[in-house]
């Protein structure tokens, strides 16, 4: 059979027809940016490419190629979690000194105007959700958003971002505290 | 055994938040509940936090619903440049 010994070749055309939207899905769900998703998918083709003849048809192509757009992603997650001078969330606790772990006095939860006609869905609230996630440092942003509105499992995320789940938890911490307060100044008090 | 049943309004808000996603420990959820007795302030943001949750799950719900794909525009860019750098190697 002359096709087993012919060295592995991805059609490019075939390829891209076959499986860049669900890497592309893959990655924006991930990452929450097209144009860094966009990024990130060709770059995945191109690896795939330059190692096709790596390829031991194993596993399907598809499972193969995901393999190399999880690396892609993690890459992105550690560039995030490094840029230099990168922001942090603005703490809501004294983290040092005698008050330690208690409130700030201006961070204090205050009550909330007409709460229960103020959640109900409608594209405002999204849209001022959506703002206030965005204020967010990039690397609270992304695992708040695969944890809460992705809904991935703690273990699941931990895998792919090569962190613990204390590490995840005091990001899910500093990010709900910072959208509260968004939330509360933008939405609920405005 | 009890060694810190008293903790900080950091700490009893770090499990509420874990607690929202259903996965604070008993223990945890006994800290958070005597320390919530106490504080006013926690109580507050406990109850908030439920309301916070519940908006959450609306963008989560809406999320789901929209698939994201590629244009046509960019897979045929993808294609030619895959292509280009195929014949190149």
Redesign the interface.
């Known amino acids: 059979m002359n096709q087993t010994n012919k060295p592995n070749t991805l059609s ?2 075939k ?3 076959d499986y ?2 669900y890497l ?2 893959y990655a ?2 991930r990452v929450n940016d ?1 144009n860094i ?2 990024d990130l ?2 770059e995945t ?2 690896s795939g ?2 190692s096709a003849k790596n390829f031991q048809g194993k596993s399907t192509e598809r499972t193969w190629l995901v393999s190399i757009l999880k690396r892609k992603v993690i890459d992105h997650y550690r560039k995030i979690n490094s840029k230099k001078g990168q922001a942090e969330v603005r703490m ?2 004294y983290d040092n000194g005698e008050d ?4 700030i006095e201006e961070r ?2 205050q ?2 105007d007409n ?1 229960a006609e103020k ?1 109900i ?1 409608n594209d405002e ?2 849209s001022q ?2 703002e206030c996630i965005d204020y967010l440092p990039e690397k609270y942003a992304m695992v708040f958003r695969m ?5 991935f499992e ?1 273990e699941e995320i931990c895998k792919e971002l090569d962190i613990t789940p204390s590490n995840l ?2 990001i ?2 500093r990010a ?2 910072q ?2 307060n968004c ?1 509360e100044k933008n939405w609920f008090n405005k | 055994m009890f060694k810190k049943i008293k903790i900080t309004c950091d700490e009893a808000t770090a499990i509420c938040d874990k607690a929202q996603y259903g996965e604070a420990s008993f223990y945890e959820k006994l800290q958070l509940n005597l320390h919530l007795l106490v504080c006013k302030i926690c109580a507050l943001y406990s109850k908030q936090n439920r309301k916070m949750s519940a908006i959450f799950k609306l963008r989560a719900t809406s999320c789901k619903q929209e698939i994201k794909c590629l244009s046509k525009i960019d897979k045929h860019a993808l294609k030619e440049q895959l292509n280009q750098f195929n014949e190149s190697v």
């Open positions: 490019p055309n390829c891209v027809d860049a939207d592309f899905n924006v769900v097209s998703a966009k998918v060709q083709f191109f490419l330059k809501s606790f330690k772990g208690n409130w204090v939860p009550s909330w709460e959640t869905e609230l999204k959700l959506d944890k809460t509105i992705q809904e703690t938890w005091v899910i911490h709900r505290t959208l509260r939330m």
